[in-house]
């Protein structure tokens, strides 16, 4: 009886302690604990700054065509505007994610906490967050799957869901979602996928996308087993079905679409071959348009290039057919030390429409196309000629200089009238006589453009260079050497000079960016067309000389189903061999240099082919193949031209041309440009320096001029010779 009393007490005292009224009682104050804890936590959490790598992207440099050539930067990403992205794409995200997305308020209380139990439970990790909280994590936040990290990103989504508006958070988790094959971001995914800029995915590629964010690499089509993309298709069918539901997809086009498997997954578009030195040589550009490194760095740049991909290819097509099938790189260490530089110019744009550097950026990195280290040689004649024309430049004994005035192509004939001394070596010391200027430019005559520049002056010859495109520097002395092309220039500054001449007179500045913007700002392009630098007449006349050096000089071999005019030239010790030319539609500059493997510069005598390589072989060959082909096969546009009327033959009168006594070839230590003491002529030269750059026979009636017959010597070459020596 006393066990059963005490008992029932003690059952009263629970009963007491436990009545309904108490228990719900307990529950709103732990309820209210709970919201005032959630409160201070919600006053307690800031919302941080970006995590280090929710900002990075890559920069995109595309073909002027739009196709991407590179991407460069540690992240794949490129961050685009929900205007770049079609609705109904965006709404398939939304219909994958979170229904709700536009009528919530940022966060799901019921998925979080599920979500948190579950992880603390050891259930697994466990998702159940909502658009906001998925962007909150990518963009501010890390993927770790903890307690606390969940309650921050509630936290923080709220705040989110107050400051900023539904497109703003739909953007951001669109860009910052990571989507396998290396692809983070709505547009480097729609890239990666489908080949296709995100403004171009359809509904059922942006819902095979959204699909894909649930498990990258179990749902990537091209390699899923069975099971995988049984899983993917099924999420894609819930997907469009979440659409027509929420009324943002027609049923009847629902029922028409089709799975749109993804493309196979390809390599990078890395810096191998020619795109590192065109990505490089466009941010150069860029610096000096005054976007800083730091800002290239940081990424986020789309850079549209002037480069045609076509002409691009064709450009190395060129240079492999005729250069590099032709030597032995690895079992040749002379051979190996060919290098090869091009640049290729719209001119009346000044587009750079293609480049070679070399034979790939992460094998030689030095581009060859934009290198200032070689001599352009004899392909600063023509604008020695330009010079002249424009200036109204004179003979000594006074007559106008035209294509027509004769001087005297002596070999070693010490210049008159320069307080330098200059006795210039014709290549293979061949004198020629009384020549015209048109002869003199079409076989290269050292002797009388040595001469042609004192009677202009070297400092009106220089001063036209620079308005052309030449760029100054320490080695751009005007001396009388200057005509022999004695300073560095690159392809660039040589196709940009003679891109100019091709334009009437017209500056032309080649320009590799068309166009680079950031979500932030633009870079101001590059203004390509400037002023007229020289008088049409000057630069037209200026390319008749150089036709006659395609038709019928050092140049024959660059001719072919289209009008040209152009140059040869090699340079001290064979040290770089030259061809620039232009068709009126195309301006190309192509020059071949001796590198060994430490840098330094070295001869190409006897690589390319027995003996000296000169302008006219191997580089007027690229020269020809490539605008062949980038003509399409050939072109019928005509040069039109307005010169000054004056015409030139070959000689007056004709004599033979005579050969002094061999000369050794010269040291590297041995300056051509500035002997101390004029050599004494050899062959059949004036017992006396002449008084006159001319000789005395009067000026020919302009005719046309006649074109020999060019008969190929013993060693594949012709007859005309462009400069092998002194700077020739």
């Not at 719209?346 to 200032?372: C, F, I, L, Q, S």
């Not at 015209?436 to 290269?444: G, L, P």
């Amino acid at each position: 009886m006393g066990n059963g009393k005490g008992q029932a007490k003690k059952g009263g005292r629970i009963r007491r302690l436990f009545t309904w009224k108490k228990l719900l009682g307990t529950f709103l104050v732990g309820c209210l604990l709970v919201m005032g804890a959630f409160y201070v936590l919600y006053l307690m959490v800031p919302v941080p700054s970006a995590n280090a790598d929710a900002t990075l992207q890559s920069n995109v440099y595309k073909y002027a065509n739009g196709k991407v050539l590179a991407r460069t930067g540690k992240i794949n990403r490129e961050i685009v505007g929900l205007d770049k992205v079609p609705l109904d794409v965006q709404r398939a995200f939304v219909a994958a994610e979170n229904k709700t997305f536009y009528k919530d308020n940022g966060v799901d209380i019921k998925g979080t906490a599920r979500a948190a139990w579950n992880t603390l439970t050891g259930k697994g990790k466990q998702g159940g967050s909502t658009i906001t909280q998925q962007y909150v994590k990518n963009y501010y936040l890390s993927q770790d799957q903890t307690a606390t990290r969940k309650l921050k990103e509630m936290v923080i989504a709220l705040k989110v869901d107050r400051n900023m508006s539904k497109p703003e958070i739909l953007a951001g988790y669109m860009n910052t979602s990571y989507y396998g094959r290396n692809a983070y971001g709505i547009q480097a995914a729609a890239q990666a996928y489908y080949g296709v800029d995100a403004t171009r995915l359809t509904v059922g590629q942006g819902a095979y996308l959204a699909s894909v964010l649930q498990a990258p690499s179990q749902y990537d089509w091209t390699s899923a087993g069975p099971e995988g993309r049984k899983l993917v298709e099924q999420r894609w069918n819930y997907v469009l079905d979440n659409m027509v539901e929420e009324g943002w997809l027609d049923a009847g086009k629902r029922a028409g679409l089709k799975f749109p498997a993804p493309q196979k997954p390809k390599a990078p578009k890395g810096l191998s071959g020619q795109s590192g030195y065109i990505v490089e040589a466009a941010n150069q550009e860029l610096m000096r348009q005054g976007v800083s490194e730091e800002d290239l760095k940081a990424g986020g740049w789309t850079i549209t290039l002037n480069i045609d991909e076509k002409k691009q290819k064709a450009l190395v097509k060129a240079v492999d057919k005729q250069l590099e099938d032709k030597i032995d790189r690895k079992g040749d260490k002379k051979q190996a030390t060919v290098q090869a530089g091009a640049t290729s110019v719209d001119p009346k744009t000044g587009a750079v429409v293609a480049m070679y550097g070399g034979v790939g950026a992460t094998e030689h990195w030095t581009n060859n196309a934009t290198r200032r280290d070689y001599q352009p040689a004899s392909t600063f004649k023509p604008l020695v000629l330009a010079s002249a024309l424009d200036n109204g430049a004179e003979t000594q004994d006074g007559r106008k200089i035209g294509l027509g005035t004769v001087y005297d192509g002596t070999s070693k004939r010490p210049v008159v009238g320069s307080a330098i001394a200059f006795a210039p070596e014709n290549e293979d010391n061949q004198s020629y006589g009384p020549v015209t200027v048109q002869k003199a430019t079409n076989s290269s005559i050292n002797s009388v453009y040595a001469q042609m520049i004192v009677d202009v002056g070297p400092t009106k010859a220089k001063q036209t260079a620079l308005a052309l495109g030449m760029k100054d520097g320490q080695d751009f002395g005007a001396t009388p050497a200057m005509s022999l092309g004695v300073m560095g220039a690159s392809t660039m500054d040589m196709a940009g000079a003679y891109a100019t001449l091709d334009n009437h007179g017209v500056k032309v500045t080649p320009t590799l960016v068309k166009s680079a913007e950031h979500k932030d700002r633009k870079a101001d392009p590059v203004k390509s067309i400037g002023e007229r630098v020289i008088s049409r007449e000057a630069a037209d006349t200026t390319t008749k000389a150089m036709q006659g050096v395609v038709r019928s000089g050092s140049g024959f071999r660059a001719a072919g189903d289209y009008q040209a005019a152009g140059k040869t030239g090699t340079s001290e010790n064979n040290r770089s061999a030259w061809f620039v030319g232009y068709t009126p539609e195309l301006v190309t500059a192509v020059g071949l240099f001796g590198e060994d493997a430490k840098g330094n510069q070295v001869t190409l005598t006897d690589t390319i082919n027995p003996g000296r390589a000169n302008g006219g072989r191997t580089p007027a060959q690229i020269w020809g193949a490539y605008t062949t082909s980038a003509l399409g096969g050939g072109s019928d546009a005509t040069f039109d031209l307005e010169t000054d009327g004056t015409s030139g033959g070959d000689t007056v009168p004709t004599p033979t041309a005579t050969t002094g006594s061999p000369s050794p070839t010269p040291s590297e230590s041995e300056d051509a440009s500035t002997p101390t003491q004029p050599p004494t002529p050899t062959g059949t030269t004036p017992t006396q320096p002449p008084t006159s750059t001319a000789t005395t026979p009067p000026e020919p009636t302009p005719s046309k001029p006649t074109e020999p017959t060019i008969v190929p010597t013993p060693d594949g070459d012709s007859g005309f010779v462009d400069g092998g020596r002194g700077g020739q």
